[in-house]
């Protein structure tokens, strides 16, 4: 426990799109233990997904990262060429699973072709020198499909995407993505385009084969109600910032700032029933006008004039609990509850 | 698979029935009157009114229409007004030097058109992308006619290397394969051009899918991602566009066959069409249309073998 397998610090990360500027990350600093399940949640247009695809470094062309460090496993990820990536990190040692599992397989390859692609090209970075031969990569892949709980994986891994439902997609995805020596999972999303029955096994699948590998999880999500069955910590985002951080019991129990606090009210559960739903007003910023101060500032109705002029720091509040909300740091939680 | 291949089959047949009436149709339409074509003038009245007894113009249409049917199921294509040949065996001359024509510069074009695209698409930072694109508009916009006379002019006037007229000696493979560069360039070249630019547009549609980008956080490596798993999703319109184009391309070969005095099914129908030898302009229209049907089979079989997902619907 609480050996960091990854250290994000003070990551900035701008997209330049013609003449406008959006910082899509701002500062953002965190880590995650070997193991853990770090939950990322926020509204849509957040940075959560910038977030992953700047771990693994498939941002797109218009990315581009203005400081900060990525340090996995001893390296900064930032200063790896490409070919390094691919070599030792990209597949290997972190792994991504997508949301939409509809679009994310190769929709004119069969599943065998697609996994025996990735097994090798595993293999050949694993054990160079090693050849294998392509009936072994496909016994490979049939094994991949059946941990991840497909029957009858000898007959289904000569089929093609289209022939599979969204879940048994996304349970292909987590066959070729998670093996023995993946050490840390990027799931973006990777279950919000299923239904609630099916998104519950999902979750439990990669809980159990990230658990039996010691992988650790960054989660993405717009659904705190998730993270609170399978996240260690949660990390709650807005326009690029980290607001709130911490251990899963304390957020979700005693979060300290108004945002996330609001998600959660916007939630359905027990306390709810009967009761109208929060809705926040208002949408997220579009990041090349971000207001001034604290950027949640317009939708906060806790908000005072110092949260205009002033950009709120990410204090820690509480043991492991940081939070970035200039109201609750200097008045205390109790003047700004929702309800 | 051969369940697909065998319904596609099998619609070719209505499709063909319903070519040949409305071919029949339309040359019951057409202005003139074989009779007179064929015995001049000055023929009796007796003589005509033999010949149309003996064609069966005097007949009603729909009776005309399936003696018409049954001839050509037969194999029988009529007999040519003004030579007195067989139509079928006046077809069977010119048919494969089209063919020729058509495969080698189609072909040439798709292999050509396909690859520049696509390399166009994955290197679209660099300059190589406009280059592409630049030459690709020039070739869709000059026509096929025009693209012949200049040909003619620089490689036949200018710089004489390659001969300007016929298809070459029969049997003598290195004349044939001489004779068909020209008229093969003029025609392929707006194929190029054209296809190059559809394959570019889907390429770069398909490079930022997300099944490209879950191969790319797999580490797969980038040139097996560009022309193996890119490629085979973002050739699918071009086939279709390849299939319907072969009516167009056909209807290229008539100008190129004439620029270039090349024997041909285009040149056949054409001096037919000037001499109003109405069962030669019929028959070959009839096999240029069966062309087009079966290419679009070809298309749509070959559509099936690249996307899965076809044959299941």
């Not at chain 1, 070997?34 to 977030?51: D, M, N, R, Y």
């Not at chain 1, 279950?191 to 096994?201: C, G, K, N, P, S």
């Not at chain 2, 070969?253 to 069962?279: H, M, N, Q, T, W």
Request: glycine content about 8%.
């Amino acid at each position: 426990m609480s050996e960091p397998l990854l250290e994000v610090s003070q990551l900035t990360l701008d997209y330049n799109l013609g003449s406008r500027k959006m910082r899509a990350l701002d500062r953002v600093s965190f880590s995650l233990d070997k193991g853990q399940v770090l939950g990322v949640a926020g509204e849509s247009g957040c940075g959560k997904s910038t977030l992953g695809l700047a771990i693994i470094r498939l941002l797109p062309k218009v990315a581009e990262i203005r400081r900060g460090e990525i340090v996995f496993d001893g390296r900064d990820l930032l200063k790896l060429s490409e070919a390094q990536m691919d070599r030792e990190i990209r597949g290997q040692k972190i792994a991504m699973i997508f949301q939409n599992p509809q679009n994310a397989l190769n929709p004119v390859f069969k599943i065998e072709t697609q996994m025996i692609d990735i097994l090798r090209v595993q293999d050949k970075y694993q054990n160079p020198g090693n050849r294998k031969r392509r009936q072994d990569f496909r016994q490979q892949a049939i094994e991949r499909l059946k941990g991840t709980g497909i029957a009858d994986p000898a007959v289904r891994v000569s089929n093609y995407p289209f022939e599979f439902s969204g879940g048994m997609k996304q349970r292909v995805m987590i066959g070729m993505a998670l093996s023995s020596g993946t050490s840390l999972l990027l799931a973006d999303e990777a279950t919000t385009a299923l239904d609630v029955t099916i998104e519950a096994q999902i979750n439990r699948l990669i809980t159990e084969l990230a658990a039996e590998y010691g992988t650790s999880i960054l989660y993405i999500t717009h659904n705190l109600g998730v993270l609170s069955e399978m996240a260690d910590r949660i990390m709650i985002m807005y326009a690029g910032r980290i607001f709130e951080m911490g251990w899963t019991k304390s957020v979700l129990g005693s979060p300290r700032h108004p945002y996330s606090t609001a998600l959660l009210e916007s939630l359905p559960g027990r306390q709810t029933r009967g009761k109208r739903l929060l809705s926040i007003p208002g949408f997220v910023p579009p990041l090349d006008r971000l207001p001034g101060g604290c950027s949640f500032h317009p939708r906060c109705p806790f908000a005072e004039e110092v949260c205009r002029q002033e950009v709120p720091p990410l204090i820690e509040v509480d043991k492991g609990h940081w939070s970035a909300c200039l109201f609750d740091q200097k008045r205390g939680r109790q003047k700004w509850k929702w309800i | 698979m051969l369940k697909y291949i065998i319904k596609r089959t099998l619609w070719v047949i209505p499709t063909l029935v319903g070519v040949l009436i409305i071919l029949f149709s339309l040359t019951y339409l057409m202005p003139g009157d074989p009779a007179s074509i064929m015995l001049g003038p000055r023929a009796t009245p007796e003589l005509v009114e033999d010949l149309n007894k003996r064609m069966h113009l005097d007949r009603a249409m729909p009776v005309r229409l399936g003696y018409y049917l049954l001839g050509v199921a037969k194999g029988d294509l009529g007999t040519s007004v003004w030579s007195g040949h067989k139509v079928s065996s006046l077809i069977a001359d010119a048919l494969p030097h089209t063919i020729l024509l058509a495969i080698t510069s189609l072909g040439i074009a798709a292999l050509i058109g396909i690859l520049l695209g696509t390399f166009a698409a994955v290197r679209r930072e660099s300059p190589i992308g406009g280059v592409v694109t630049i030459f690709s508009l020039l070739g869709v916009a000059v026509p096929d006619f025009v693209a012949a006379l200049l040909l003619m002019l620089l490689f036949c006037v200018q710089i004489p290397l390659l001969p300007a007229l016929g298809a070459g000696v029969e049997g003598d493979l290195v004349d044939i394969a001489v004779h068909l560069i020209l008229p093969a360039t003029a025609l392929g070249i707006g194929w190029v051009g054209y296809l190059s630019r559809l394959n570019q547009e889907s390429m770069l549609d398909v490079l930022d899918s997300d099944y490209i980008r879950t191969a790319r956080a797999f580490a797969v490596p980038k040139r097996a991602i560009a022309y193996r798993y890119a490629l085979k999703n973002a050739v699918i319109p071009s086939i279709t566009v390849i299939g319907l184009g072969v009516g167009k391309l056909l209807g290229g070969a008539v100008f190129v066959e004439i620029i270039f005095s090349r024997p041909g099914l285009g040149k056949l129908i054409v001096d037919a069409v000037y001499a109003r030898d109405f069962p030669v302009v019929q028959g070959g229209i009839l096999v240029a249309t069966i062309l087009f049907v079966f290419a679009n089979l070809i298309a749509d079989i070959s559509y099936a073998f690249v996307d899965p997902r076809i044959q299941y619907d």
